[in-house]
């Protein structure tokens, strides 16, 4: 797979035309908090979203609800807990991306 982030100014424009706040975008990209959305707001040190959570991102962005749903679900049948309105950190104690 050949992945290149997008530029930091790609990532804010993004998060402009979506409306959202640091808050929101740290939501979407699942990320541990607005102040982590600030790191890779950084433009001097910029570091690059891992595709993963951009993949989840626009995917929250662009498919309904259901669609999500569906993911999380097979997430969980995995044996992935997963709770979209949380704030807790990861019940194994790693550090979240």
């Not at 424009?13 to 975008?25: A, D, F, I, V």
């Amino acid at each position: 797979m050949l992945f290149r982030s997008p530029t930091v100014a790609q990532m804010k424009l993004w998060k402009e035309k979506l409306g959202y706040s640091g808050t929101q975008m740290a939501r979407i990209l699942g990320l541990k908090s607005a102040r982590r959305w600030r790191d890779y707001a950084d433009e001097n040190k910029p570091q690059g979203i891992p595709p993963a959570n951009l993949f989840m991102a626009s995917a929250i962005v662009t498919l309904p609800p259901e669609e999500i749903e569906r993911v999380l679900e097979t997430m969980r049948s995995v044996g992935a807990t997963i709770d979209m309105n949380s704030d807790s950190p990861a019940h194994d104690g790693e550090q979240q991306p």
